[in-house]
């Protein structure tokens, strides 16, 4: 078998079952603000492995988003929060476009990718969180 193909195979199947595990378990509001945390400081480092063209760390990262932002997706749709939720989804796309440069060696796609993914933080942050003296809390619903 082509290594390549058994490469894409695994990643599959990793990938499933992220998505899978991610799904079954609903964040918490404490579990919500702990992987917000996490998915903070794999953007960083993601941002700096794109910038040196580490592209399997930058394939691991884009990953690990994915399925962060799936439970994120999930947490919002158990809040019946459904606009924040299909922004979460947006996120998940985006994380997915990052891992799909990254296995191409695409600097510029990674780029892009990474720069949509941002723009998805920006926007749920000015919906739905708010700063505080801690970091970021859920803003309370009106």
């Not at 058994?6 to 992220?18: E, F, N, P, R, T």
């Not at 899978?20 to 603000?33: P, V």
């Not at 979460?88 to 796609?109: K, L, M, Q, S």
Request: charged letters at 25%; a negative charge; aromatic letters at 6%.
């Amino acid at each position: 078998m082509n290594a390549r193909l058994l490469i894409a195979i695994i990643s599959i199947v990793a990938l499933v079952s992220l998505g899978a595990r991610a799904l079954q378990e609903t964040l918490t509001e404490e579990g919500f603000d702990a992987t917000m945390k996490e998915v903070g400081l794999t953007l960083g480092d993601t941002e700096g492995h794109i910038g040196a063209r580490y592209w399997p760390e930058t394939e691991e990262d884009g990953r690990r988003l994915q399925s962060m932002f799936q439970q994120v997706e999930a947490y919002w749709k158990a809040q019946e929060v459904e606009e924040a939720a299909a922004i979460a989804a947006d996120a998940v796309v985006a994380a997915r476009a990052i891992t799909a440069a990254a296995g191409e060696n695409n600097h510029d796609g990674a780029q892009s990718a990474f720069g949509d993914l941002r723009g998805t933080c920006a926007t749920c942050h000015r919906s739905y969180r708010e700063q505080t003296d801690e970091g970021y809390r859920i803003k309370p619903r009106e």
